[in-house]
């Protein structure tokens, strides 16, 4: 179950956002009323690019066994 400041990963590109599928993000709030999540996705060295509103399609649990990977934006 995802719980607020778990990171996440996304599922799906979001080019409006320049996120790709893949992307870790960390959840930073829950809606309470829906299954949505208001997540953080953040360069490596710390800057905020985006925080967008997701599903629970959206995005998924890290797994055990995975790496990261680095992309330049």
Do not use: C, Q, W, Y
């Not at 997701?54 to 066994?65: A, F, G, M, Q």
Request: proline fraction near 1%; charged fraction near 30%; charge should be negative.
């Amino acid at each position: 179950m995802i719980k607020e400041l778990d990171r996440v990963i996304l599922t799906r590109d979001i080019p409006e956002n320049n996120l790709k599928k893949g992307d870790l993000g960390i959840v930073v709030m829950i809606h309470s009323n829906t299954n949505g999540f208001e997540v953080e996705f953040s360069t490596l060295d710390g800057d905020t690019i985006t925080v967008v509103t997701l599903n629970s399609e959206d995005v998924r649990e890290i797994r055990k066994h995975e790496i990261a990977h680095a992309r330049v934006i």
